[in-house]
């Protein structure tokens, strides 16, 4: 236990420096409508690595960071420009260019590299799990001074990012808080990018934003609100990486996706009147209803039409309760399944042994020569050929029992799925023609 809290404090702690920070410029992205910037923004940053790791410097070295620093305050310089292009065209869409271009640079410059494809992923995935406590030390540094920058000069960057019109109207050089705004925000990026990667930082400053601005229009509660959701999934992400040995950053962004979909699914319980709460899990249950009814109907058509394809409800409840196939199936079937399933196992046992053979010839002891290296692959290619016999038997014999199951399971579940969605439609179209008082 002390091993594992070792391990995660700091990418735990680096995780709620990057939501502090990344949750606040968020606000502003959402508030500017340009969503993908970071996304864009990171890709010039990783594109500046790329030239470096091209010239050969290493990722983590101050050359790196400086191409990649040099790189993003041009992409900020572009940025901050592309507000006074749009007319016709969004300026998202000059974004959304910077990004493919960027992307598709960084591509064409590893494309020879041998280590490309692991420089790739390191730059869309990153490696927060393996951050340090200098790396803390240094975000903190940094951060907190791009945090003070923009509480010197909050008036101006809110009302630019709020009500741009008005600092229009009061003569302000918006171009010029616009590419001090990219600068400070490039910056964040180059440094969160070499540490998360960019699908991670993009998850970090836009979801908790987002989280927050569904649930008020107030720039603190906002804040508040995003804080604390960013820094629950950041521990649910970690936790679940380390207990499931999934990579770090992919597995944080999943669960900050899945954080999102929560919060908007429970916005309208939350927020809405204990009446109108009532009204809202009435339709959510009629529409469980239907879903469950319609799978039903889908489920029993498939098996009865075709009743050798798979059948994925049919194998789940097959897989926790093999009772139900083993009922239609014949005693000399049961038999021979049963037969079947035993002589697999011994082929997998086998099979791992051989694997487990080879390994330890390689990490311990003497090494195995050619010869038995050869035979070793012969006899896990005949046990795999078994394998792929037993598992003929147990499809044959599963078809068979598929073929009994259509008329006993199938139609019925159709029928009974039909009755079912006939039965809600005709309540639901009643309920609707009664009025509040509960009259026709």
Not at 143 to 155: M, N, S
Not at 207 to 216: E, F, K, M, N, R
Request: hydrophobic content about 50%; overall charge neutral.
């Amino acid at each position: 236990m002390d091993d594992t809290l070792q391990l995660l404090t700091i990418p735990f702690l680096v995780a709620l420096v990057l939501t502090g920070i990344h949750t606040y410029l968020g606000i502003h992205v959402l508030s500017r409508n340009i969503i993908f910037v970071d996304l864009a923004l990171a890709q010039i940053s990783a594109l500046g690595a790329t030239v470096a790791f091209m010239l050969g410097y290493l990722p983590q070295s101050a050359a790196a960071y400086a191409y990649s620093l040099g790189f993003t305050i041009v992409g900020a310089a572009i940025l901050s420009s592309s507000r006074n292009w749009t007319g016709r065209v969004s300026q998202e869409t000059f974004i959304g260019v910077v990004y493919v271009v960027s992307a598709a640079a960084a591509f064409l410059l590893v494309d020879k590299s041998p280590q490309g494809a692991e420089h790739i992923k390191q730059i869309l995935v990153g490696s927060i799990l393996t951050t340090t406590s200098e790396d803390l030390f240094k975000v903190l540094g940094l951060y907190g001074a791009v945090g003070l920058f923009h509480w010197l000069f909050r008036q101006r960057f809110l009302l630019i990012s709020f009500q741009p019109e008005q600092a229009h109207q009061a003569g302000w050089r918006v171009w010029f808080w616009d590419f001090l705004f990219y600068v400070s925000f490039g910056v964040v990026v180059t440094s969160s990018v070499a540490i998360g990667g960019v699908l991670l930082v993009f998850c970090f400053l836009i979801i908790p934003a987002t989280i927050g601005t569904l649930y008020s229009n107030q720039i603190l509660p906002k804040l508040l609100i995003g804080w604390a959701m960013g820094t629950f999934a950041s521990s649910v992400g970690l936790g679940t990486s380390y207990l499931w040995d999934l990579p770090t950053g992919a597995t944080i962004v999943c669960v900050f996706g899945a954080t999102l979909a929560l919060a908007a699914a429970l916005k309208p319980f939350i927020l809405s009147t204990p009446q109108a709460r009532q009204q809202l899990l009435m339709k959510v249950l009629a529409g469980g209803q239907v879903a469950v009814l319609s799978l039903g109907l889908i489920s029993g058509l498939w098996l009865t039409l075709n009743p050798h394809a798979d059948q994925p409800l049919l194998d789940i409840l097959e897989a926790y309760q093999p009772a139900v196939r083993q009922a239609f199936l014949s005693a000399e079937e049961q038999q021979l399944w049963q037969q079947s399933r035993q002589g697999e196992a011994q082929v997998l046992a086998q099979v791992g042994r051989l694997n487990e053979l080879e390994q330890n010839s390689r990490w311990q002891g003497a090494e195995l020569s050619d010869d038995d290296l050869r035979k070793l692959s012969s006899y896990t290619l005949s046990f795999q050929e078994m394998d792929k016999g037993e598992q003929f038997v147990q499809r044959q014999l599963r078809n068979q029992a598929r073929n009994r199951q259509r008329w006993v399971i199938g139609l019925p579940l159709v029928l009974i799925a039909l009755g079912g969605l006939i039965s809600l439609g005709g309540w639901v179209s009643s309920a609707k023609q009664v009025s509040p008082t509960g009259r026709v």
